[in-house]
């Protein structure tokens, strides 16, 4: 059994409008924010004891279903 | 300059339809899933030099704008 820690953010070259408003109402709070970037988080226990399938399966889940490969980076860790 | 990698996941005890709605989707598709959660994902950048102002700032954001502790935990790394 293994969790994985799956982070999802959009490439750099993406604008990130979402982003870009918390970097304006921290900035406005008097926050000493240089940038924000907002992506996704994810956490999948996968019933699978070997951690090479395990690693397989999770490129396989987050590059066809977690993430859009278009616009977006995916990164793991796994635990377990 | 630090960059604060944030992950804010829903507390345990509250329930998560999105992370379910996605883990149905994975078992339908025959991955051997046992459980999704679902949470975000920020980076923040952050002008400030010193580890330990930084870090408390990112308690003060973290804790006041990003998450809702009501229903959600935060954490997060600083690198830089």
Known sequence: MFKAKVTVTLKKSIL???GS???RALKSMG???ESVRIGKYMEVV???EDKNKAEG???EICSKLLSN???EDYSFELEG
Chains 1, 2 share one sequence.
């Open 16 to 18: 990130d409008p979402q």
């Open 21 to 23: 408003t918390v970097e």
């Open 31 to 33: 926050y000493p924010v």
């Open 46 to 48: 996968l019933a699978e």
């Open 57 to 59: 399966l999770m490129h």
């Open 69 to 71: 490969p278009v616009i």
